[in-house]
């Protein structure tokens, strides 16, 4: 299930959320049992947080809002937590934003998000910036934390980005699919099956036209199959050039063409059928030297409520 906005899966963002709520009350659990009551009830006031999110997707169905609110609660913690809290069990959670902030937003933007996160932990550890007590993190820890972010960072996206792909390829290959199955590849235009699909549905009134190419056995036994293609690609584009926007033609079978004429009645229909079958007897082609001389046979049947 994908919104409209991103081609990023609605249920993931939900997942995501249930997590992200379940990981700060383990947390906020373990805090508690180290005596560290401040911790644990900010680890819980992320939790409330989170399922208002969840509350809000589920409810009101704002994607675009919760992800904003989901990304803003998992930078500010991240930060909070790695400038305040002098204990590097938190680093533990820092790392697990990064499949939600990918999974959540798609590879493209959350490299960029991923990028300012990692460029500003980069200033809080070296920077002099007053925020992080050198004395909290040894050097050993720093570089491990700041290796495992940018390994899983990379990890996550690359996988993200690999996943985007064979989606993009399925959608496609899913698109010619069902180009090919409701398609006449001769001709390019609707086939049967296209047409008896559109048949199903109620026009008020409606009329139909069957086209039928004259005399097109012969042309295929005199001048051959290439030909004779030509000459119903031909046709096929002769029928579709004067038809109204919601009018449809397809190639029905063999030599036969069907006109779909939604809101046509029959004074109107023959109309149309008497200025195709016009057109087609001015159609100019050679073959073999010979001017091949075409024409249509037309039917009429209209529906009038």
């Not at 493209?108 to 300012?116: E, K, P, W, Y």
């Not at 690359?158 to 985007?164: T, W, Y």
């Not at 295929?220 to 096929?236: E, P």
């Not at 059928?273 to 010979?290: H, W």
Request: charged content about 15%; overall charge negative; aromatic content about 10%.
């Amino acid at each position: 299930d994908m919104d409209s906005k991103q081609s990023i899966p609605s249920g993931f963002l939900s997942f995501s959320l249930v997590a992200q709520e379940i990981i700060p009350v383990l947390f906020a659990f373990y805090s508690y049992q180290s005596g560290e009551m401040a911790l644990a009830t900010f680890y819980l006031g992320v939790a409330g947080i989170l399922l208002v999110g969840l509350g809000i997707h589920s409810i009101f169905d704002r994607p675009t809002l919760v992800r904003g609110l989901l990304a803003a609660v998992l930078i500010v913690t991240f930060f909070y937590l790695l400038s305040t809290v002098p204990d590097s069990s938190v680093l533990l959670w820092c790392l697990t934003i990064i499949p939600v902030l990918v999974g959540t937003f798609g590879s493209r933007v959350s490299m960029i998000i991923l990028a300012s996160i990692f460029a500003a932990t980069l200033w809080l550890f070296f920077g002099n910036s007053g925020f992080i007590s050198p004395d909290v993190y040894s050097e050993v820890v720093i570089a491990r934390f700041l290796s495992a972010f940018a390994v899983l960072s990379l990890f996550a996206i690359a996988m993200d980005n690999s996943h985007s792909r064979s989606l993009h390829r399925y959608k496609d290959l899913s698109l010619r699919v069902d180009q090919i199955a409701h398609q006449d590849q001769l001709t390019q235009l609707p086939n049967r099956l296209d047409m008896e699909r559109r048949l199903e549905k109620k026009y008020q009134p409606f009329s139909i036209l069957l086209a039928d190419l004259d005399n097109f056995k012969f042309i295929n036994d005199r001048y051959g199959h290439d030909v004779g293609d030509d000459v119903l690609h031909a046709i096929g584009v002769l029928l579709s050039e004067p038809l109204r926007g919601e009018d449809v033609v397809a190639r029905w079978g063999g030599n036969e063409f069907m006109v779909l004429l939604p809101t046509a009645n029959a004074e109107a229909a023959t109309n149309i059928a008497e200025r195709l079958r016009a057109q087609a007897g001015k159609l100019l082609m050679e073959a073999q030297g010979d001017k091949l001389r075409i024409s249509l046979s037309v039917g009429v049947a209209s529906i009038d409520i």
